[in-house]
């Protein structure tokens, strides 16, 4: 059912550990082992192309030979392929991005999978490129640590004219993702390296390749949607309602995807929404009350500035009564993609001291805009999105985590739940900012008070980023002065923060 194949410079003894730690681990019975011993005489191209020819099963496993692997990876990995017909190639690293310069690592965030590094002498640690998912990652390339493949699908075999031991793997992956060939990388068991797994770059191996392939690079593989996990509602007892803010100017087609997308996907029983217009005109007010009201249980308020922070306080001074027990801050460029209400008030229900709650944010070419923000403090205070502009790598779960560092600092009031005694508490959104950071504030004073705040991978929405207000190339003055008032606050609590 599965060849596996290797090339070894090891000893005997050494080659009879590594072989019984496959046969022990694979929970297969049929099972071909083709180990090679090559003392540089042989490129691996060559190894694994005789390999192919030698082998008795379809499916072939081309492995370095300083890895473990878990219990029940065969089984696991042949279930992969006999759920994913159309996928004939499979690995456990990949990118979806190769570069014109021959670097398949050039843009980390385009990497994904993961693997363990273990090295003798040295603590195991976990590179992790990417979330581990249910389903394949659509790749260009893997790395050769472990590639396998239907020999009956595949169209191109190993390149024997590019190099010994380096590019032999993106030399079969390349040239079969061009033609058609689906590769991906599979999450559903876990490898270890035992080296630090530092890649030597080979000029010649790349020039050699590059000469074939640098007509089509650089090749791109964004994600086709984001990954959206099914939401189950169950009753939740004894909560309260959600009210909805959602400040706008113009852009009504948006604003109605965005309103739409709250009804399409949530339960309407559990919120209202609040349109607070900050300066459309009469004509896009119309189209707003005839075209958007209609949809559900929607209350148009009328401002004539914007002021982010000052008109989300006055919806909620003003126009929110005590029948809603919650508050969820919406930009009108947000189209949720799942039930994204009811889980946040999941997490609400199930922990305790629930600050602020956010989602999974994708930009619109559905690479990740926002899965949670965390704080750093190096030389300077740096605060950042995690796993921004990444393909794959992202928060899945309800967290208030991360595997960056222990604390998340909160989430973007792009998309955002608080309890509305809690908002309160913190003295609101502060209005001393004027475009900015007042929602990283509000998070801020939500750790301060002892709350957690958690990132919700599982709510999942497109963030149309910067389509709602006119975009401006590079720092303005404004957002520059509402830094310094940031950075002030982080100054004034930072002893308690980064105990936090």
Known sequence: MLTIVYSTQKDSDYNKTFKEHLLNTISLKNVQILEYENF????????????????????????????????????????????NQDYSIIGKIGSCYFSESGNYMEIDEAMVGQIYYHPEKHNKWLCRHSTKLPELIPVITLDGLFISFDKTKIKHQFDETIGKFQFYDHSFCVPNYIDGIKIGVTTS??????????????????????????????LDLKPKSPYVEYIKEKPIKNIGKIAVIIP???????????VNSFYQYCNSNLFKIFIADTGSTDDEKKWIK??????????????????????????????????????????NDIKLLNNVIYNMLSIFKENGNVGTVGGRL????????????????????????IGYKSYYNFINGNTSKCWVTPSLLGNTAALLMIRKNLFNKCGMFNENYTEYFEDIELNLKC?????????????????????????????????????????????NHNRKLFKI
């Open 189 to 218: 068991f876990d490898i270890t390296h035992l080296s630090t797994g530092e890649p030597t770059l080979n000029n010649e191996a790349r020039d050699g390749f590059l000469k074939k392939y640098k007509t089509s690079l650089p």
């Open 362 to 385: 994708h930009f619109e070419d559905n690479t990740i805009q926002h899965s949670g923000m965390i704080i750093k403090q190096d030389n300077d205070v740096d605060i950042t999105h």
């Open 447 to 491: 750790l301060l008070l002892g709350y957690n705040n958690y990132m919700s991978g599982k709510s999942v929405a497109i963030h149309y980023e910067s389509k709602t207000r006119n975009e401006v190339s590079g720092i303005t003055e404004r957002e520059k002065k509402d830094k310094i008032r940031l950075f002030e606050f982080i100054e």
């Open 248 to 258: 706008t100017k113009g852009n009504v087609e948006m604003l109605f995807d965005c």
């Open 290 to 331: 005839n075209n958007i009201s209609p949809l559900g249980n929607i209350e148009l308020i009328e401002y004539d500035y914007y002021n982010f922070a000052k008109i989300n306080n006055d919806v909620v001074k003003n126009y929110i009564n005590d029948e809603y027990e919650f508050l969820l801050f919406c930009n």
């Open 40 to 83: 540089n005489q042989y490129s691996l191209s060559e190894l694994y192309n005789k390999g192919i020819s030698e082998s008795k099963y379809n499916i072939i496993v081309c492995i370095h030979n300083d890895i473990k692997l878990e219990i029940g990876w065969g089984k696991k990995l042949l279930k992969t392929f006999e759920e």
